[in-house]
């Protein structure tokens, strides 16, 4: 079945931004997936057309949307036209697009999604799940990408998967990223190379666990619920860890770069391996570390990531600063004051602060984006989040998670 639809997409025209919409019998969740953002990443399309296709209305609880990104990039294949779509999403971006008369391919799909998802949050009350399906041009195993919020990492940990945050300090304008500011849960879900079946079949399961995990979909109406998540658990190799982006090397314009062949997402290297070559000189590693999403496609800019594992510790002492509000002591500092009233931006005098070092903000929640060559700003995810939303949900109480472990 998925086989046959995969092929159908590959001969057909796509045209209706809309892959499948359900409202359920009952009063339940909404959620959003979105696929084909980059126009040759078809593995969620592909797999979306499925579970549309095998879900049945009476089951559902809340609402369910199937939505694709950039359409006519997807129709000739390639991951975008004018610009890369899933880098446009910044609110200052967002505004100067919608208030122009005249725009890019990537604009107008911007546009079109923008007023979908403005209508969506007007519809329902919430609580709003966001899913966006990837897939990478090197082997990989899959893995879950989030902005880190208590609630998107407490919400992925339900997952049999590696969680990789941090990525959104290195890149500008993801679609996540911008829905996270809003304060929804948002994952990105990166389900192996773009070509591979078993993308597809990741990104099935995934959905399906997904539907399950809201509470959309019950357990006992999923269809052989436990294969799914063994699934993405041999795909993952077992594979829980938490990790955290340190490094991006960005390609410059008019800059001749080749990734070395054989590299794949979540390989250990170590410094000085030779990863790439740049205008005939050899990039090696500065770190013992994983290689992370390298470039194997003649489009993007994003040349390789390197990341490291956080520790099971870090990660609940985060989870304890946070909860005592910790971050609000910062101001004490020399060279700390919030932006504004609302206390969740802080900007950062790099001369005076210089004792303050970015994994310390990362524990508190905030990411940072270099303001000058002497100030950092730095964003709390916590204080985006509505955390409230989602406090009743099985999930967040713990009890999904409970469940699955005494199954």
């Given at each position: 079945?998925?086989?046959?639809?995969?092929?159908?997409?590959?001969?057909?025209?796509?045209?209706?931004?809309?892959?499948?919409?359900?409202?359920?019998?009952?009063?339940?969740?909404?959620i959003v997936f979105f696929a084909g953002i980059h126009g040759n990443e078809k593995a969620g399309v592909t797999a979306l057309q499925h579970v549309f296709k095998q879900i049945k209305i009476k089951h559902v609880k809340g609402n369910i949307y199937g939505l694709l990104g950039n359409i006519k990039a997807l129709n000739l294949n390639q991951r975008y036209i004018d610009k890369d779509l899933n880098r446009l999403w910044t609110p200052s971006k967002i505004e100067t697009i919608l208030n122009k008369n005249k725009?890019?391919?990537?604009?107008?799909?911007?546009?079109?999604?923008?007023?979908?998802?403005?209508?969506?949050?007007?519809?329902?009350?919430?609580?709003?799940?966001?899913?966006?399906?990837?897939?990478?041009s090197s082997i990989s195993l899959p893995f879950i990408t989030i902005n880190d919020a208590l609630i998107n990492r407490k919400f992925s940990k339900l997952f049999p998967l590696p969680v990789v945050l941090g990525i959104e300090e290195f890149l500008d304008g993801p679609l996540l990223s911008y829905i996270n500011q809003l304060g929804y849960v948002s994952l990105g879900f990166e389900a192996g190379q773009h070509d591979l079946k078993t993308s597809i079949t990741n990104c099935t399961a995934f959905t399906f666990l997904t539907l399950s995990f809201t509470d959309?979909?019950?357990?006992?109406?999923?269809?052989?619920?436990?294969?799914?998540?063994?699934?993405?658990?041999?795909?993952?190799?077992?594979?829980?860890?938490?990790?955290?982006?340190?490094?991006?090397?960005?390609?410059?314009?008019?800059?001749k770069f080749k990734m070395i062949n054989g590299f794949k997402s979540f390989q250990h290297i170590k410094k000085d391996t030779p990863i790439a070559i740049s205008n005939n000189i050899k990039i090696t590693s500065r770190y013992n570390a994983k290689i992370f999403m390298p470039l194997y496609q003649t489009k993007g800019d994003d040349g390789f990531f390197i990341i490291k594992t956080i520790k099971p510790f870090y990660l609940r002492l985060s989870e304890l600063l946070r909860g005592i509000r910790f971050d609000e002591l910062l101001?004490?500092?020399?060279?700390?004051?919030?932006?504004?009233?609302?206390?969740?931006?802080?900007?950062?005098?790099?001369?005076?602060?210089?004792?303050?070092?970015?994994?310390?903000?990362?524990?508190?929640?905030?990411?940072?984006?270099?303001?000058?060559?002497?100030?950092?700003?730095?964003?709390?995810?916590?204080?985006?989040?509505?955390?409230?939303?989602?406090?009743?949900?099985?999930?967040?109480?713990?009890?999904?998670?409970?469940?699955?472990?005494s199954n």
């Open positions: 079945m998925i086989e046959a639809e995969r092929e159908m997409l590959k001969n057909q025209k796509v045209i209706n931004r809309i892959i499948g919409t359900i409202e359920g019998h009952a009063k339940g969740a909404t725009h890019s391919n990537e604009e107008q799909e911007a546009v079109e999604l923008f007023n979908i998802l403005q209508d969506i949050l007007k519809k329902h009350k919430g609580p709003f799940y966001f899913i966006d399906f990837h897939t990478t959309i979909v019950e357990k006992k109406h999923i269809s052989n619920f436990e294969k799914h998540v063994d699934i993405l658990k041999d795909e993952a190799e077992n594979i829980k860890d938490v990790f955290e982006v340190i490094y991006q090397y960005k390609i410059q314009p008019n800059e101001v004490f500092l020399p060279g700390v004051s919030w932006i504004n009233n609302t206390k969740g931006a802080l900007i950062v005098n790099l001369k005076t602060a210089k004792f303050l070092a970015k994994p310390f903000f990362h524990l508190l929640g905030y990411r940072s984006k270099q303001e000058d060559a002497t100030h950092l700003r730095l964003f709390s995810r916590e204080k985006e989040a509505k955390t409230k939303m989602y406090k009743k949900e099985g999930w967040y109480k713990g009890f999904l998670s409970t469940q699955r472990n």
